[in-house]
């Protein structure tokens, strides 16, 4: 049996050297995914590098931007004012996440980098691409009624599963990354990779690299903005569909717009064509209608999965409507 170890960091570059010299290292945050997987012997590593101590715990509003460290908690994120003041839709997808015990331990760096619900992901006794790269999917001929019809491919069709990520997306978000090598940013559109051959590759984040926090933008038309998610149960459920929506109408045209999707992408998914089918459009139901069309033109639809499409196209505009009932 391979000998275990824990270790507390205080210091960001020493966490990151910690675990980026040993492939069998991980981070470990509020732990309410790695313990799962852990249990379930679906993620295995041999160290932890307990990454609470960091001092990465600040929520900071530094000009129009505002900074949050990688190891403030979901609850704290949503709850602060700042955040319900300028990102209502930001606020409203964090409280929609899970219960109010996850959201107390659950981070931002954890969220950004929890793994799929996929059954199938989660069973070490069935063939998984994700989990074990070539052993095929089981749930492109199995049950895959929570699983994605935007982004998927043959090798897999597992469906992101937060609800912050896709406000992120739809905020343009940039992510702040600290490697062996120095910080970068990626913005949130580009953390995560398609899925194409190699389903087990999530993000561009490389083995040892630590998320030290998220910049969202300012934006003043972000203040009218609506999270919208559907699911099986009001609470403590993944989400079936939500849109993450925010728009700027003046004298009833749209001027700007930010739809992004959940629950049914491989990743949290903007919708460049759907914020195009309402720029310079009155914001009425027929132009909701085609942007909701608009935004899921492509999708691919499986065998237990197609009631998604129409639910998704039904969650879009009714979260429209209720923010251009703000404006
Ligand atoms: C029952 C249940 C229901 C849930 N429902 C929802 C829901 O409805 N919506 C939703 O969005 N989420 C939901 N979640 C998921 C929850 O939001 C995540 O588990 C949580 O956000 C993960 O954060 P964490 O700090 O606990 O991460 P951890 O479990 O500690 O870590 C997760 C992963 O991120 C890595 N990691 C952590 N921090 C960093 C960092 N700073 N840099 C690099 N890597 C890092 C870890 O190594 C690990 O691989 C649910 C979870 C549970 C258990
Ligand atoms: S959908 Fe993805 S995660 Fe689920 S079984 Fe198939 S390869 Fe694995």
Known sequence: ???????????????????????????????????????????????LVDVNPLPLAKIEVRGDTVRVGAMVRNTEFAYHDEIRRRYPVLSEALLSGATGQIRNMAT???????????????????????????????????????HAVLGTSDQCIATHPSDMCVALA?????????????TRKVNSNEFYVPYGQDPAKETVLQHGELITAVEIPG????????????RDRASYEFALTSAAIALDVKGGVIKQARVALGGVATKPWRSPEAEQALIGKP??????????????AGAKPQKHNAFKIELAKRTIVRALETVAAMA
């Open 219 to 230: 934006r003043p038309f972000f203040a009218k903005s609506h999270y919208l998610k559907v």
């Open 283 to 296: 914001a009425n139901n027929d132009t909701f209608k085609a942007a909701a069309d608009a935004a899921m």
């Open 170 to 182: 739809a905020l343009d978000a940039t992510i702040e990354i600290q490697g062996s090598g120095g």
């Open 1 to 47: 049996m391979e000998q275990f170890s824990y270790s507390r960091a205080n210091d960001p570059a020493a966490a990151v050297g910690q675990v980026a010299a040993d492939p069998h290292a991980a981070f470990l945050a509020g732990g309410t995914t790695l313990v799962d997987l852990m249990k379930l012997d679906v993620e295995t590593p041999h160290t």
């Open 108 to 146: 931002v760096g954890g969220n950004l980098l929890q793994r799929t619900r996929c059954y199938y992901f989660r069973d070490v006794h069935s063939p998984c691409n994700k989990r074990q790269p070539g052993s095929g999917c089981s749930a492109i001929d199995g049950f895959n009624r929570i």
